[in-house]
């Protein structure tokens, strides 16, 4: 079977995780590094309504220019029915359709060592990886340095905490 379009792409995944409800799958990039590094298996959960489900701090499975990615939700537009969305080892943020999104991670399992984003630890690391990456794309704009520096110490306390 051969996949054409975005669309395809999308449906064909929205198709397999509504049958199995979740999947584990594999990251190949270090976007989300250190705590989803490169070759990290993640769990995903099928989202039928995205938009009903998302918050600020998800990580979340969406499609863009054919591929599955799996970052950050940093900010919610309700109205525009869009996200801002980021990698955790990066600076750099963008906007995506709510529409996009297809799943939520719920677990890393790194090393053999899961960690669940639900339970008490995941969560609080959830609330400062997403405050400090908004605080860095208001930083950045008017002190590039410090933003950077807010980024490097972020990732640093990231590391200490998640120790696969």
Not at 21 to 39: A, F, N, R
Not at 52 to 57: H, V
Request: aromatic share 6%; hydrophobic share 45%; glycine share 6%.
């Amino acid at each position: 079977m051969s996949v054409n379009s975005e669309n395809d792409l999308g449906s064909l995944w929205k198709a397999i995780l509504h049958n199995q409800k979740q999947v584990w799958l594999t990251m190949h990039s270090g976007s989300m590094s250190p705590l989803m590094p490169t070759g990290s298996q993640i769990l995903v959960k099928y989202l039928e309504h995205a938009h009903q489900k998302i918050s600020a701090g998800d990580i979340v499975l969406y499609i863009n220019d054919n591929q599955l990615i799996a970052h950050r939700v940093l900010w919610i537009r309700s109205a525009q029915h869009q996200c801002l969305q980021g990698g955790d080892s990066t600076v750099s943020t963008s906007l995506i359709s709510i529409d996009n999104i297809i799943g939520v991670v719920a677990k890393i399992k790194v090393n053999d060592k899961e960690f669940d984003l639900h339970h008490r630890t995941g969560v609080l690391l959830t609330w400062f990886i997403t405050a400090t990456s908004l605080g860095i794309v208001v930083i950045r704009r008017f002190w590039p340095k410090a933003g950077m520096l807010l980024h490097r110490l972020k990732l640093r306390l990231v590391r200490r905490v998640v120790a696969y």
